[in-house]
C-alpha cells in the first residue's frame, strides 16, 4: 500500500509503498476512503508523544470501508462503511467495564500506539467494540471529521460541560476542535463567543454558530472582553487551542461556578501551565479535561447529524491528496488553514 511515514521526529516525510496491513484476530483492516489532518498529528510529527515508535505513519480522524475481519469479529464484514473514535477501548479493563473507553488502560490509538490512517489501508484492533457504522447519508470526507475534533467537542460540550440553552460558552481558537465545539454549542441553543488571533478565523466561527466574537491580537484584556459580552463571565469556556495564554484566558473568563473544559493538547514544554487558582478557589470553578468520546455515544450526535442540527460539512476547508500531506502536516503549527483540511485521494 501507498503511506506517508516519518523515519525521524521533526524530519521531513515521504510516501512509500509498504506491506500491506493484516487484522488481528479481533481486529479489521479498513480502506481509507477520507482522513483528516489534524494538529495532534503535528504534535506526534515533533515528537511529544510518548508511544509514538519510528518508522511511523500519522493519521487518525478516518472513514473507510471493512477490507477484511480477523476470525473473532462477530459484528462486521467486508464493505462496511465505518468510522471510528481516535480513542479505542479494550472492553475488558476497569475503564471500559464502566462503559469509559475514550480513558482506556489499554487503549489502541491509530496514528500514535500503532500505524495510522495516512494510508490506502490501517488495522485497527478491538473492531466490535471501536467500529461505528455510517449512515450512508453521511459522505466519506464529513465523516473524517467526526472521530477527533468534532466528536470530542461534542463529548466537552454534551457530557462534561452540560451546556444548556440560554448559556454563554467561550470557545478560545477557531481551528478544528474551536469550530466543532462553537457548531454544537450552538445547535444546543447556547449563545457563543469566540477567540482568535485572525479575523478570517472569526468571520468563518461566526458562520458556524458563533454569535460574538474577540480578537486577541487586538483585545488587550482577552477575559475582560469575554466577560463584558457575557455580562458576567461564561457558564463553560474551552480552550480548543492548548497554549498557556489561551488555558489562562479561559478560566479567566468564567463567571462564578463556570466550568473551564480543556480539549487542546498541553504538550512537551506547556505540560504544565501556570493557572489562575485563586479565581479557581473563589469562584468554585471546575476544571474539566476531554479525551475524545466512546464508539457506544456516537448515535446522538449522528442523529443530530442526520437531522440537520450539525453539519460537519460546513467544517471542511479543503481536501487533499496523500501527496500533498508530506507538505502541509509540517506547517500546521503555522495556523493558516481555515477550517478542517481531509485526505481524500490516495
Given amino acids: 500500500m501507498k503511506a506517508a511515514i516519518y523515519e525521524n521526529f521533526g524530519q521531513p516525510l515521504t510516501i512509500q509503498n509498504v506491506s500491506d496491513p493484516a487484522p488481528r484476530n479481533n481486529g479489521v483492516v479498513i480502506r481509507v476512503e477520507a482522513t483528516g489532518m489534524c494538529r495532534s498529528d503535528w504534535h506526534g510529527w515533533m515528537g511529544h508523544d510518548p508511544d509514538i515508535r519510528l518508522p511511523h505513519v500519522p493519521g487518525h480522524e478516518l472513514a473507510g470501508t471493512v477490507e477484511e475481519t480477523g476470525s473473532e469479529v462477530l459484528l462486521w464484514k467486508k464493505g462496511d462503511r465505518v468510522t471510528l473514535p481516535f480513542v479505542c477501548g479494550c472492553g475488558t479493563c476497569p475503564q471500559c467495564a464502566t462503559g469509559n473507553h475514550q480513558v482506556c488502560d489499554r487503549q489502541f490509538q491509530p496514528g500514535f500506539t500503532h500505524w495510522g490512517s495516512f494510508a490506502q489501508y490501517v488495522a485497527i484492533d478491538y473492531a466490535d467494540i471501536n467500529l461505528v457504522r455510517l449512515p450512508e447519508d453521511i459522505d466519506y470526507v464529513s465523516a473524517a471529521s467526526l472521530g477527533c475534533r468534532f466528536s470530542t467537542s461534542f463529548r466537552a460540550i454534551v457530557a462534561q460541560g452540560k451546556v444548556s440553552a440560554g448559556q454563554w460558552v467561550a470557545v478560545h481558537g477557531c481551528g478544528g476542535v474551536g469550530l466543532s465545539a462553537i457548531?454544537?454549542?450552538?445547535?444546543?441553543?447556547?449563545?457563543?463567543?469566540?477567540?482568535?488571533?485572525?479575523?478570517?478565523?472569526?468571520?468563518?466561527?461566526?458562520?458556524?454558530?458563533?454569535?460574538?466574537?474577540?480578537?486577541?491580537?487586538?483585545?488587550?484584556?482577552?477575559?475582560?472582553?469575554?466577560?463584558?459580552?457575557?455580562?458576567?463571565?461564561?457558564?463553560?469556556?474551552?480552550?480548543?487551542?492548548?497554549?498557556?495564554?489561551?488555558?489562562?484566558?479561559?478560566?479567566?473568563?468564567?463567571?462564578?461556578?463556570?466550568?473551564?473544559?480543556?480539549?487542546?493538547?498541553?504538550?512537551?514544554?506547556?505540560?504544565?501551565?501556570?493557572?489562575?487558582?485563586?479565581?479557581?478557589?473563589?469562584?468554585?470553578?471546575?476544571?474539566?479535561?476531554?479525551?475524545?468520546?466512546?464508539?457506544?455515544?456516537?448515535?446522538?450526535?449522528?442523529?443530530?447529524?442526520?437531522?440537520?442540527?450539525?453539519?460537519?460539512?460546513?467544517?471542511?476547508?479543503?481536501?487533499?491528496?496523500?501527496?500533498?500531506?508530506?507538505?502541509?502536516?509540517?506547517?500546521?503549527?503555522?495556523?493558516?488553514?481555515?477550517?478542517?483540511?481531509?485526505?481524500?485521494?490516495?
Avoid at 251 to 274: C, E, T, V, W, Y
Avoid at 307 to 318: H, R, S
Avoid at 331 to 341: E, H, P, R, S
Fill in 183 to 346: 457548531m454544537i454549542a450552538s445547535a444546543l441553543g447556547a449563545h457563543v463567543v469566540a477567540v482568535d488571533i485572525q479575523r478570517e478565523k472569526l468571520a468563518f466561527a461566526r458562520s458556524v454558530g458563533a454569535g460574538a466574537v474577540v480578537n486577541a491580537s487586538e483585545a488587550g484584556d482577552v477575559a475582560g472582553a469575554v466577560m463584558e459580552i457575557t455580562k458576567g463571565g461564561a457558564h463553560v469556556s474551552i480552550d480548543a487551542l492548548g497554549s498557556p495564554k489561551t488555558c489562562f484566558n479561559s478560566i479567566s473568563n468564567l463567571r462564578k461556578r463556570g466550568k473551564h473544559l480543556q480539549i487542546g493538547l498541553m504538550l512537551a514544554g506547556h505540560r504544565h501551565p501556570p493557572i489562575p487558582m485563586d479565581r479557581i478557589i473563589a469562584n468554585e470553578l471546575e476544571i474539566l479535561g476531554c479525551h475524545g468520546m466512546q464508539a457506544h455515544e456516537y448515535d446522538a450526535m449522528l442523529d443530530m447529524v442526520a437531522c440537520g442540527k450539525l453539519q460537519p460539512q460546513k467544517l471542511i476547508g479543503k481536501t487533499i491528496r496523500l501527496e500533498d500531506a508530506i507538505r502541509e502536516l509540517p506547517n500546521m503549527n503555522q495556523f493558516g488553514a481555515i477550517g478542517v483540511t481531509v485526505i481524500d485521494k490516495f
